[in-house]
């Protein structure tokens, strides 16, 4: 909890006097991403003070990710690495110089906006089409079930239809079977009864 409070706290600092300090550190760093106030600063002489020089080095740890994510302006950052050096210290004091940083950060902001937008079109573009899909699928999956249960339902007369044409092709194999059974065993006899005639005639010739 200590270390939101910013860096380089001195242990006679009370926790409220922490927060109140690192809320301070916290607006001045912001306030640095408007050029015109850096322009105001110059003209009154800051940037040639030793002591404020040093504190613009202090809050670069406001680079760090723990403490960047609490920035809403994270292009105070940008100016905050350019006043580490003394020529853009000495320019930012020019009006005109002042004024020209002023245009250009409007205009990366207006395109910042603009690409924003953009990809924003495209996401929900992007998700619309992602509904459609799963609409169609949705309904594809519909089609698919419905048609599987008409086929199941057609399914029980099917198998009774093909179970009665098994059970008539069984029936007609058994009295095929039963007529050649039958066949064979009459072949069989009239053989026997012929046999039993030949035999009776040779006795009766050798008699």
């Known amino acids: 909890m200590a270390k939101m409070y910013g860096k380089g706290k001195t242990a006679i600092e009370s926790e409220e006097q922490q927060r109140r300090r690192w809320q301070i550190e916290l607006e001045f760093v912001q306030c640095l991403s408007n050029p015109n106030y850096l322009n105001f600063l ?14 613009l080095k202090y809050l670069q740890y406001w680079k760090e990710p723990d403490y960047a994510k609490y920035l809403m302006y994270p292009m ?3 100016f905050l690495d350019l006043l580490q050096y003394e020529h853009f210290r000495r320019e930012i004091v020019n009006s005109q110089c002042c004024k020209f940083i ?6 990366q902001w207006q395109h910042y ?3 924003r937008i953009k990809l924003l079109e495209n996401v929900n ?5 992602q509904q459609q899909l799963q609409q169609q699928q949705q309904q594809s999956n519909g089609g698919e079930a419905a048609t599987g ?7 029980p007369n099917g198998n009774g239809t093909a179970a ?10 058994t009295a095929s079977q039963t007529a050649q059974t039958q066949a064979g065993n009459t072949q069989q006899q009239q053989q026997q009864v ?3 005639g030949t035999g009776a005639n040779m006795k009766l010739e050798l008699n």
């Open 194 to 196: 012929n046999g039993l």
């Open 76 to 78: 105070c950052l940008y």
């Open 125 to 129: 573009a992007a998700q619309q089409q």
């Open 113 to 115: 906006t603009r690409k």
């Open 164 to 173: 009665a044409i098994s059970a008539e092709g069984q029936a007609s194999t």
């Open 149 to 155: 249960g008409e086929a199941t339902a057609a399914t």
């Open 102 to 107: 002023d245009d250009q950060a409007i205009l």
């Open 42 to 55: 110059a003209q009154r002489g800051f940037f040639k003070d030793q002591s404020f020089i040093n504190y």
